[in-house]
């Protein structure tokens, strides 16, 4: 994993997207000789048009994150890969199409771009039969020796096990916890050499997966490995680089404490995203008030009620605010205001309001928080004080995801469905914390554009 503003990026995916840039790149300048060809004009010199290839290759890649075409089924399976390539170029040609309106300089031969789109489509889908494969198998996993054999050793060798895992366990090698919950784990007493053991292997890095770490750490062991050129890393910090959340069974107040994140130098950030936020909640507000008003007459015209409803939800430093949403429930939803768990096909959820869900238009009208500051597009989901109250009685931590502002999208919404149960609010946390913890300008851009993902290809709404 390469970690980029704070984020963990597999090498895989980095490697692909860089291919994938100079092939649009590519793809642009080959259409515009091409069709300078066609016409007997002379292509020119490259430097002329840098701009526009540049601006063909942003716009095309931003499209393929927002899809999600750098995901691990992308690797796996091709037809999904060129499922989500078709997609991205659609995009594509609408973000083109719509900076080309704004800046005319920029602009391509609509001949030109028609070339370049079809050779940027055959060569991404290409690329991703001839190396898709070997991207997503084990050349570019990372072997690890895993000492511990309990149930965190297990729990990494169930990771492992899963389609995209980035890594390969070389080994296990059981320490004394009792009964190991790993078969195949190696005693630490068969091996005379624990450093010459990890280099055998192959490993490029060790974990700690030991169940009790009071005084049963091998400080000489991980010494000499650590010597020999390879990482050392607890389970805490592992999982949090191949899972992207912040796993609650196996962190513990002194990790949260003394590892990375959570920075105060957050100002200039802090500044740059309010300033996003007015600028975008005003624009979003302009161009979505005929979709909001044609939503409404039709929630009117299905039932009875209220168009809009206000909610109390806990915000930033556990302040409570009231967020406005399209109803999207018949009017009797929740008696006496007794708040109730969304469900799967939830009976109370209308005709209109289903449709609104898949899509996420009734969130629209909470643009008007983020405009007055108490959200931001992308933070934490805002919680209602009833479920608060609960989930911090019983999930460690709870009380943390509050110290940054919530939003309307967020890392553990594009990455987990709807929570409706204190075991979904339970992994929701894990990923809320993870933002928490590695917030940067860089990640809030990754989860806007993967929102777009999360909209065409609903999952879990409700």
Same mark, same amino acid.
């Given at each position: 994993m390469i970690r980029v503003f704070k984020h963990y990026v597999p090498q895989a995916v980095l490697l692909l997207g860089l291919v994938d840039a100079v092939l649009l790149m590519a793809a642009a300048e080959a259409g515009w000789v091409v069709r300078a060809h066609q016409i007997g004009m002379s292509a020119g010199p490259i430097v002329e048009r840098i701009p526009q290839i540049v601006v063909f290759a942003a716009a095309l890649q931003i499209a393929l994150v927002a899809v999600g075409a750098y995901t691990a089924a992308?690797?796996? +399976?091709?037809? =999904? *890969?060129?499922?989500r390539l078709a997609v991205a170029v659609s995009l594509g040609v609408i973000f083109l199409s719509l900076i080309f309106f704004l800046?005319?300089?920029?602009?391509?031969?609509?001949?030109?771009?028609?070339? *370049?789109?079809?050779? *940027?489509? &055959?060569?991404? &889908?290409? &690329?991703?039969?001839?190396? !898709?494969?070997?991207?997503?198998?084990?050349?570019f996993k990372r072997r690890i020796v895993v000492l511990g054999?309990?149930?965190?050793?297990?729990?990494?060798? @169930?990771? *492992?096990?899963?389609? !995209?895992?980035?890594?390969? &366990?070389?080994? =296990?090698?059981a320490m004394s916890e009792g009964a190991p919950a790993v078969s195949d784990a190696v005693p630490r007493a068969a091996i005379p050499n624990l450093s010459a053991h990890v280099v055998d292997a192959r490993a490029t890095e060790i974990v700690l997966a030991l169940e009790e770490r009071r005084n049963a750490l091998p400080l000489k062991d991980l010494l000499r490995v650590k010597t020999t050129g390879v990482a050392v890393s607890d389970i805490s910090s592992f999982l949090e680089s191949e899972t992207g959340r912040i796993d609650l069974n196996s962190v513990n107040p002194s990790?949260?404490?003394?590892?990375?994140?959570f920075a105060s130098g957050r100002m200039l950030s802090s500044i740059a995203k309010r300033a996003f936020d007015i600028v975008a909640s005003l624009v979003l507000l302009i161009l979505t008030l005929p979709i909001v008003l044609l939503t409404a007459v039709a929630i009117r015209?299905? +039932?009875?009620?209220?168009? =809009?409803?206000?909610?109390?939800?806990?915000?930033l430093y556990s302040q409570g605010f009231d967020i406005v949403k399209l109803r999207s429930m018949r009017q @009797?939803?929740?008696?006496?205001?007794q708040a109730v768990w969304a469900a799967e096909q939830d009976p109370r959820v209308t005709r209109i309001g289903?449709?609104?869900?898949?899509v996420r238009i009734d969130e629209l009208p909470q643009t008007w928080a983020v405009l007055k500051g108490e959200m931001? =597009?992308? !933070?934490?989901?805002?919680e209602r004080p009833q479920f608060v109250e609960q989930l911090e009685q019983q999930l460690p931590y709870y009380a943390e995801r509050h110290m940054v502002k919530p939003g309307i999208t967020g890392w553990a919404q594009i990455n987990y469905p709807y929570g409706a149960s204190v075991e979904d609010a339970r992994h929701k946390l894990e990923y809320d914390l993870y933002y928490a913890k590695n917030y940067s300008p860089f990640l809030d851009l990754l989860i806007l554009l993967q929102t777009l993902r999360v909209v065409l290809w609903p999952s879990g709404a409700r």
């Open positions: 992308s690797f796996l +399976s091709l037809r =999904f *890969a060129a499922a800046v005319p300089t920029l602009t391509f031969w609509r001949s030109n771009l028609l070339y *370049a789109m079809v050779i *940027a489509t &055959v060569s991404l &889908v290409v &690329v991703r039969a001839l190396l !898709g494969r070997a991207l997503g198998g084990e050349t054999a309990g149930a965190r050793a297990a729990q990494i060798r @169930d990771l *492992a096990a899963k389609p !995209g895992a980035n890594f390969i &366990v070389a080994g =296990f090698v990790w949260l404490i003394f590892s990375d994140g015209i299905e +039932s009875r009620g209220p168009v =809009f409803y206000r909610q109390r939800r806990v915000g @009797d939803a929740e008696v006496a205001g289903r449709i609104i869900r898949k931001s =597009f992308v !933070g934490p989901r805002p």
